[in-house]
């Protein structure tokens, strides 16, 4: 049998987590509802994330954000590259779309959440290319919202938009 890595795991319940609250509500859901869309023991959340829906919540926006938007810097990646990256991501997580459009603007711990990270992220987007304007970073970044939303959109046809974008 093949043991899934704590990334996987971590996508699981952390996906899951996104679902639940699309679906059922803000903390409408239970910890044991997480256990069972994910696949995974209610110990194992206990134990990454603790007892409190707020708390799961929380981490799981944190989490998802910091992945989506590449802020760990670790491997600091070029915008075209990046979209692909949130692309295959919201793959994985696409309850994280329709949670970020419902809380971007909302005056809740999700919503600041969202607006710290889009700041991080023109901030990245800066060091990596420091010759770029506040347009271009914006474009950059509505291109990147816009493939995401639209889903169809694959590796190919996002390089022809950054070839035709230069």
């Given amino acids: 049998m093949v043991q899934e890595s704590k990334e996987d795991i971590h996508y699981k319940i ?5 679902k639940l609250e699309v ?3 803000h903390l409408l859901w239970t910890i044991s509802q997480v256990a069972t869309d ?4 209610r110990t ?3 134990y990454y994330y603790g007892k409190e829906k707020e708390k799961l919540l929380s981490e ?3 989490y998802m954000v910091q992945t989506v ?3 760990e810097g670790l491997d600091p990646i070029m915008p075209r590259e990046r979209i692909k990256l949130v692309l295959q991501q919201l793959n994985q997580m696409p309850y994280l779309l329709v949670l970020f459009y419902l809380n ?3 005056d809740n711990e999700i919503g600041q959440i969202i607006k710290d990270a889009e700041e ?3 901030s990245l987007l800066k060091k990596l290319s420091p010759g770029l304007t506040k347009e271009s970073f914006m474009m950059i970044y509505l291109l990147e919202l816009g493939c995401a939303l639209h889903g169809d959109v694959d590796h190919e046809m996002i390089d022809t938009l950054f070839e035709k974008l230069n």
């Fill in 14 to 18: 952390l996906g899951s987590v996104t």
């Fill in 23 to 25: 679906n059922k509500g």
């Fill in 38 to 41: 994910s696949g995974v023991s």
């Fill in 44 to 46: 194992l959340i206990y």
């Fill in 60 to 62: 799981a926006m944190k």
């Fill in 69 to 71: 938007f590449n802020l």
């Fill in 104 to 106: 971007r603007r909302a």
């Fill in 120 to 122: 991080s992220l023109f």
